[in-house]
Every structure is written in C-alpha cells, then in structure tokens.
C-alpha cells in the first residue's frame, strides 16, 4: 500500500506564494508519476500538473508558468516528498488540493493513490 500525506496549505493573499508538499510512504517506487489535482466543493476534479517516472513535468493550462512542481527522493535516508510550489496566486486558485501517484511511471488520468487533500485559500 502507498500513503500520501499532504501538508503545508494555508491562506495567502493575491499575489502571494505558498508551497504545498507531499510525503510518500509505503510501496511506492521512486520512479512512479505523481501528480496534483484539486478540487472545490460541488465541482469536478481539476488536474494541476504532473512529473513521471522520467521527471518529465505536466501542467494545466490555468497554473503553468505560475505553478512548479518538483519531487525529491534521490538520497536512501531522504522521504520521498512531491512539491508544488505555486506563485502569483489567485482566488479562483482557493480550493482543496490532492496529491495522487501512480504504479507505473507514466502519468494517467486516473491514480491509483490519493491524499487526504489539503486547503489552499487565497484572499482577494
């Protein structure tokens, strides 16, 4: 089993940056994609960006060139965290973001693992 534990939300004002991480554990390889998605209350699931097993990255339309995602693994005794680090933050960004990973190395659609999701709220 993999687990994702989703830290470092908050509340920032436009304009602002904040930096969400995510702990991978369990049977997860170094080499799986990993991925950001969000999602609002009543609204459909929103991919954010993604990085394979390769460290090829993937972005939505709405964040790229503001958002950055990142993944650091390289050392035995370094937990393997996914990063998204999000500048020129905007209100319509304010929602609840999920880390998810895959078993393989190429980026899906549809994760296997998920987090709990964690709150970003951005204040105009």
């Known amino acids: 089993q993999v687990q994702l534990q989703e830290s470092g939300g908050g509340l920032v004002q436009a304009g602002g940056s904040l930096s969400v991480s995510c702990v991978a554990s369990g049977s997860i390889s170094k080499n799986s994609a990993m991925s950001w998605y969000r999602q609002a209350p009543g609204k459909e699931r929103e991919f954010v960006a993604s990085i394979s097993g390769g460290r090829n990255t993937f972005y939505a339309a709405s964040v790229k060139g503001r958002f950055t995602i990142s993944r650091d693994n390289a050392g035995e005794s370094t937990k393997d965290t996914l990063y998204l680090q999000m500048n020129d933050l905007k209100p319509e960004d304010t929602t609840m973001y999920y880390c998810?990973?895959?078993?393989?190395?190429?980026?899906?659609?549809?994760?296997?693992?998920w987090g709990r999701g964690i709150q970003v709220t951005v204040s105009s």
């Open positions: 998810a990973a895959e078993r393989s190395v190429v980026v899906t659609s549809n994760p296997d693992y």
